[in-house]
Structure formats: C-alpha cells, structure tokens
C-alpha cells in the first residue's frame, strides 16, 4: 500500500473587501476528513515594499477552526484514480484594535467550500535498480465553489456595518481550481507542492481581486517508511506565496487592496500506519510561518507570523 505523506501549512490571507480566508490549510493530496487551528496576525502599515509610521496601532488577529470532510465518491486510497466530494467549514474568531485600546471582535461560520478532487498515482522505474517505486506520487485536480455567507454585511451594535477586518464572510459566490502533487523517492525525500486560483464574482457592486495561492514544500522522513505500527517522523522546510489583484468598486480599482507576499514555513509530521476503526491511517502535523517578502498596494495592514495544528483521517 503507498503511504502518501503530506505537511500543513497555514497563510490566512485577510483582502481589502472580502476578511474570508480562501483555504486556511494548504491543499494537499489524497481523499481525508480532518480539522486544524491556526491563526494569523496582521499589525504595522505598509506601502508598497516598506513599513511606514502607524500612529493608530491597528492591529487584527484571526483565529480560525477548519472541519474538512472528503467522501470517496470513486476508488479508494489503495487505486487510481479516485474521486471526492467534500465540504470545508471554518469556524472564525476575528478581532481588530485600534489605539491599543477600541477593540471589537466576531465570531462565527465563516464561508463553506464545496470541494472536488480527482486523484491519481504514477510511478517511474529506476535507471540502475529498474525498481517500479523508484519515484512515486500522486497528484490531484481540485475544483471549489464557495458559497456566499448568510450574514455579510450584518450591523453592529450601533447600527454601522461591521469593518471589512471582522467579516465573517465576502458575501460572494467564488469559484477555484488548481492542483496539488506529492512526490516521493527511495531515499526518502519528498517534495510537495500546490497551486490554486480563485475567481471571484461581483456582489453589491464590490469585487474582491483574483488571487493566486501556491507553495513548494521539502520533506524527510526520519525513520522508514512505512514503519508498522506507528508512523515516520517528517520535518519540512519550504515557502508559501500569495498573489492578490486589486478588488474593484463600481468598475473602479481601489488602489488600498491587493499585493504580494511569500512565506518561509517550517513544520512537522507524524504519520500514523494503522486506524482500523476509522480508517486507513492518521496523521498529526503543526508548522509555523514566516513573512520574508511583502509588496503591497496603497496602504495596508502588514501580514504577520502564522501557526497551524491539526489531525487527518486517511478514508478507505
């Protein structure tokens, strides 16, 4: 049976209209259920490459619970190809200060993904050994509809619409669609990797910018694989980028959204082989991140360091 091993990893990307998080776990391949914490940051002004003065001391934090549920619809962890249904439920807890002392928060479900993977493996033989496990991997087509949130846009307690910092939700219906991969070599390096483009739709005159997710990821497993029945050991080095185009009012640009930025990320994962009651195997991770790059556009709030932790359930 091949033991696909995958490491989560967190950038919470917060837009000038739209607080909803597009994936708040990196995406990965094979058919899991799972649930992860992480949170995010965001402090300081910033205008294009450079910090500028901050006289107001805003400051904003998210923390955000993801539930993920994949159903095999076709195949199983053991064949190729496979196909999955799923959802992705966030649950949020944002806060937004001012003047180190107006603080105002929410809490709430945020956006819901439906999700649709198409899964397969490969391998490649190798040149002096001709064994067929040489280099193995698999690779997923993914495809997400996000369904717009049912209280955007609600008031607060005196009666102004929540800030952009504290929504729950874009209040938009979004579509994404990218890929991710998994390779593994008989020395026990892995490299993996994702990508995923958001397209996003017109809601009350407001259009959040397209962006773009991606991120390339370096493994080694520490102990054999696969070790029975406990699992291997894997830390992870790698970077995680993000590209925001400008959001849109009425047809205008607003020059205060969108940017650049990239991530070094660091983490670690133990793969369990065995769940005989829930499934096939399990595996517990948790990483850390790293702003080293930053371009925005205007002025905005600068991104800061992130954490995640978190379970998945390998399904039969």
């Known amino acids: 049976m091949n033991r696909f091993t995958i490491i989560v990893f967190i950038l919470v990307c917060t837009d000038a209209l739209s607080a909803q998080q597009h994936s708040v776990v990196s995406e990965t391949v094979g058919n899991y259920s799972g649930i992860h914490l992480g949170m995010l940051s965001r402090s300081g002004l910033r205008s294009g490459w450079n910090s500028i003065p901050d006289t107001m001391g805003a400051r904003s934090s998210d923390f955000v619970l993801l539930a993920t549920v994949l159903v095999p619809v076709a195949g199983d962890i053991t064949e190729s190809p496979t196909f999955a249904l799923g959802l992705e439920i966030p649950y949020l807890s944002k806060q937004f200060v001012q003047h180190s002392r107006q603080a105002s928060s929410q809490i709430g479900i945020g956006d819901i993904n439906v999700v649709g993977r198409y899964g397969f493996t490969f391998y490649k033989e190798s040149e002096t050994t001709g064994r067929r496990h040489a280099l193995k991997g698999r690779a997923d087509l993914i495809g997400k509809i996000k369904l717009p949130h049912i209280e955007d846009g609600r008031m607060n307690g005196q009666g102004d619409v929540d800030q952009v910092h504290l929504q729950l939700g874009s209040g938009s219906a979004d579509g994404a669609f990218g890929f991710a991969f998994l390779t593994e070599t008989e020395n026990y390096f892995m490299v993996h990797g994702h990508a995923m483009y958001w397209l996003h739709t017109m809601t009350e005159g407001k259009k959040a910018g397209n962006s773009l997710d991606y991120e390339l990821l370096l493994l080694l497993a520490t102990l054999p694989l696969p070790v ?89």
């Open 228 to 316: 029975e029945p406990v699992g291997t050991f894997l830390p992870a080095l790698g970077i995680k980028g993000m590209h925001r185009a400008r959001d849109k009012s009425e047809g205008a640009l607003m020059e205060d959204s969108g940017g650049d930025a990239l991530t070094l990320s660091i983490g670690i994962q133990s793969l369990w082989n065995y769940l005989p009651v829930w499934g096939t195997f399990f595996m517990v991770e948790a990483s850390y991140h790293k702003p080293v790059v930053q371009r925005v556009n205007g002025v905005q709030m600068g991104y800061g360091s992130s954490f995640s932790i978190g379970t998945r359930i390998y399904i039969k």
